[in-house]
Every structure is written in C-alpha cells, then in structure tokens.
C-alpha cells in the first residue's frame, strides 16, 4: 500500500495531529482523465481499513457545476468545464464549512448520467475527520480558486500523459451519450485547454504522484 501510494502515511500522520474539533481536508488535482475520483474514493477506504473506523470520505467539485440551463442561457454551454461554468463561490463556502463544522454537511453531486448536479446527494457526517476533496482546479491561481491552497492541509496533484487522458476521455464522452466526432471535439475544444491551465498549477501541490497505469 505505502509503495503505491508514498504520501499514505503522511496522511495519516496528519490525521493523528488533529484536535477533536478539527476536520483534515486533502486535495487530489488533475486534469480531466487523471483518475482523481477514483483515488479519493481509494483513499478514503485505505484510511478506514487503517483506522478501523469510518473517519474519511470524499468530496466532488463536479457537484458544483452550474446547471445546463444556466450555461446555455449565458451562451457558455459550449466551455462546459472550464473554471468559469462552476459555482465557485459556493464551492469555496461549502469547503469553508467542512473544515469548521463538524455537524453533518449536505452536499451536491454530479451525475454524469442527466448531466447535471444532484442536491443533496452526499452526505458528510460528523465522525468523517478527513475529507479527500477531489478537483480540477483546487490549486489553480485564478479568482477565487486561488484561496482554496490556503484551505486544504495537504495536496496532491496526479500526473499521467497525454494517451491514457485522451482514451480515458473518449470512453468517459461516449458512455455520455455522444458520437465519437463530439467526443473528439470536446476533448480538443474543451477538456485539452483545461488541461493546459490546470497542469500550470501543479507546481502549488505538496506532492506530485505519477500512478503506474493499472492505476
């Protein structure tokens, strides 16, 4: 486990270090494709099994896309994804109030099947002392995305190349209903310029993990 994933026990270390009245929040970056969901969703169960308590979860950026009808009445619709079709500021007072109170915190989630966030759709409860927040632009240097570094105690950016995110990216598009032409289209247009913007703020992460590619 700890060969996998080397900053493991330094995210124990952490956990260990807090107060009762405190909350660990640990940032996973990447560019689209990276696989930030699934090592959230990783960490938060190694944790568990290490603890033997039900201590981490996770927590989607994804959730605070603004709505369809929104994008497409400020004629943006077709930038989905990049920093300015989220709700940032929500966003940013969601991840504010995780990390100072510790009742249970309701949160939206995105469904990739309706494209679009569901209300309500996760759930943090007051035991979950680290929270694994996953997104793309956690550590960007743009307004406001730039005061949430500030916010999280520990960062990690995922590095992969350019193959695996253009495949994964493909499969992800065409699960989502579109033909394999707009899927291309969205991946150069939309997804790759992204890509550009997030990779620039790799330099901010605590640490930079390159998983092998069964990752």
Known sequence: MNNQFPFFNTIIDKFKTLSPNQRLLVGIVGIPGSGKSFLAEKLASLVNDKIEDNIATFF????????DS??????IHCYKGAHFTF???????????????????IC??????????????????????????EGNYLLTSIFPWY??????????????NDKIQFDRLKSRHLKGGRKEEEAINKINHTDLPNSKLIE??????????KPDYNF
Do not use: T
């Open 60 to 67: 989607n950026m994804d959730g605070y896309h603004h709505y």
């Open 87 to 105: 709700n940032s500021e929500q966003f940013i007072e969601k991840l504010i109030e995780i990390k100072e109170v510790q009742d249970r915190i």
């Open 200 to 209: 620039k703020s790799k330099k901010n992460a605590d640490i930079i993990f």
């Open 108 to 133: 939206p989630i995105y469904d990739r099947n309706i494209h679009n966030p569901i209300e309500n759709g996760n759930i943090i409860e007051s035991n979950h002392k680290i929270v694994f927040v």
């Open 70 to 75: 929104y994008l497409f009445e400020k004629g």
């Open 147 to 160: 005061c949430i570094r500030y916010i999280l105690d520990f960062s990690i950016y995922i590095e992969i």
